[in-house]
Nanobody, 121 residues
Framework: QVQLVESGGGLVQPGGSLRLSCVASGSISSILVMGWHRQAPGKQRELVAVTTSGGSTNYADSVKGRFTISRDNAKNTVYLQMNSLKPEDTAVYYC???????????????WGQGTQVTVSS
């Protein structure tokens, strides 16, 4: 079984910073893609940032220049550094991973439980 555990959410004032972390554990052979999505109340879940095993990254236009995604392959961990936060960044942030489990060739998708980020004065 595979588990994703997120941490780092909270309440921050506009202009502030937060760093989210997501650790993948379990019977993992290789992690192909790690990313973050978010869902604000009344809105659809949207991609925030994603990074591949090859090191490429992609960001939503709304967070470019403010958010940075990174990963530590040795720790099966992905981070999201969020700077210059705005009230419109308020949402539940979900970690998302595409990986292969040990002994399997298929690629499976997993989601974290979500962590709340609230940007408010």
């Amino acid at each position: 079984q595979v588990q994703l555990v997120e941490s780092g959410g909270g309440l921050v004032q506009p202009g502030g910073s937060l760093r989210l972390s997501c650790v993948a554990s379990g019977s993992i052979s290789s992690i192909l893609v790690m990313g973050w999505h978010r869902q604000a109340p009344g809105k659809q879940r949207e991609l925030v940032a994603v990074t591949t095993s090859g090191g490429s990254t992609n960001y939503a236009d709304s967070v470019k220049g403010r958010f940075t995604i990174s990963r530590d392959n040795a720790k099966n961990t992905v981070y999201l550094q969020m700077n210059s936060l705005k009230p419109e960044d308020t949402a539940v942030y979900y970690c998302n991973v595409l990986l292969r489990k040990r002994g399997y060739l298929s690629v499976d998708e997993y989601w974290g439980q979500g962590t709340q980020v609230t940007v408010s004065s």
